[in-house]
């Protein structure tokens, strides 16, 4: 391969896009939806000293920037390869010095920088949510880097898509697929996987109960009735009778069974979801043990699937200060992060993809499929 040519095929791929009035009203509508979100989310988020509401509204913006990655980049690079190709333009470059590598490499730069802009637009709702305070420059840099791997990522599925199938239609349209796979059907798979791995649980329990009923204090005979010529009342019936401390004692132990879900054998299902990647790689800022950022959420949620519930449960609430329970930030200091992983599975499904455009359009080719255009 050759930077310099497959900086032409990058820079041709550009200038198609560019020239095109629908990519800036793309961008247009992309950041008037970025207006709406970062204004709601100042109205919706409270603001004050003790607890800035930059870091949630700034979550929120990079969790919208990575939505419309999602849903505007497959179209964008879906067809990248066999769209050429449609038009009788692909096979020109063919002929010239430039490689199928060149060629692949090309185009896919080029459809990460097209994803880069969305990212770009977004830049000054960043910078203001940062302003709002609480957002620190470590969680700035690993939520832009994340959502740039994620958005290549993406692109490099609609690259391989586009190479391996014939057809630009059904090219973009399973890329969707793809990406829906990774996005929505992750929680599909975990949510019916959870479902269907259940354990029985015993829980014991027992609490404070109100103590038999005690004798309530007599009246003195002599202030049941006055004597004959007492105008005022006796000293001692002037005294208020002492009224019995309310006591409880603990009731008995009770124990019941029942089934709970197994989320700790299909956590890992999450582990290639790009949000939650997002969310898992990015460091999460907490208040009293608990996060106020979306990034922090989704994590408590994936690393509190890690845990197995246990077998018994006992709740004893008549012991309620010998009972304590971990914060989320305890939680989570305690369980593996997994973002790793998933971007590992991510790249290499993109890779095995792009593998596939190179095989199918490098020349000569031994096989075409039917009704294939050559020139």
């Known amino acids: 391969m050759n930077a310099a040519r497959i900086g032409t095929i990058m820079r041709l791929e550009l200038t198609q896009r560019v020239r095109s009035v629908a990519w800036y009203v793309l961008l247009g509508v992309f950041a008037v939806l970025l207006v709406i979100v970062t204004a709601l989310s100042f109205a919706a988020v409270p603001i004050g000293a003790a607890q800035p509401a ?8 990079v969790y919208f920037v990575l939505l419309l990655v999602v849903l505007v980049s497959p179209t964008l690079s879906g ?4 769209g050429d190709r449609e038009a009788a333009t692909l096979a020109p470059v063919q002929i010239t010095l430039a490689t199928t590598g ?3 490499v090309g185009k896919l730069l080029a459809g990460w920088t097209t994803g880069l802009a969305f990212l770009a637009v977004a830049m000054p709702f960043l910078l203001i949510a940062m302003a709002a305070g609480g957002v620190s420059i470590g969680v700035l840099f690993a939520s832009i880097g994340v959502l740039i ?5 993406v692109a490099a599925i609609g690259i391989g898509f586009s190479g391996i199938l014939a057809r630009p239609l059904f090219s973009v349209a399973v890329t969707y697929l793809v990406v829906a796979a990774l996005v929505i059907g992750t929680l599909i798979a975990f949510g019916l996987g959870s479902a269907a791995s259940r354990m029985e649980v015993e829980s014991r329990s027992r609490s404070l109960e109100p103590a038999p009923a005690q004798s309530m204090p007599t009246v003195p005979p002599q202030c049941m009735t006055a004597a004959p010529g007492q105008t005022e009342p006796l000293p001692e019936c002037m005294t208020p009778l002492p ?3 309310p006591e409880f004692v603990c009731g008995p132990w009770t124990t019941s069974r029942y089934e709970a879900v197994r989320t700790d054998t299909v956590w890992w299902i999450l582990a290639s979801n790009p949000f939650v990647v997002l969310a898992d790689a990015t460091p999460s800022r907490f208040e009293n043990g608990y996060p106020i950022d979306l990034f922090g959420n989704i994590k408590v949620f994936v690393r509190g699937a890690q845990v197995a519930p246990e077998a018994v449960q ?3 609430g008549c012991n309620e200060s010998e009972m ?6 305890e939680m989570i200091e305690g369980t593996t992060p997994s973002w790793f992983v998933g971007l590992g599975v991510q790249l290499l499904l ?4 792009v593998w596939g455009a190179w095989a199918r359009t490098r020349t000569p080719s031994q096989r075409m499929p039917p009704g294939t255009r050559i020139a």
Request: charged letters at 15%.
């Open 54 to 61: 930059g870091s949630a509204i700034f979550s929120i913006v």
């Open 79 to 82: 067809n990248a390869i066999n």
């Open 102 to 104: 060149d060629i692949i």
């Open 149 to 153: 791997v994620e958005i290549g990522i």
């Open 243 to 245: 009224m019995p401390e």
């Open 314 to 316: 006992e709740y004893d």
């Open 324 to 329: 304590s329970f971990p914060t989320s930030e």
């Open 350 to 353: 993109a890779g095995l993809l």
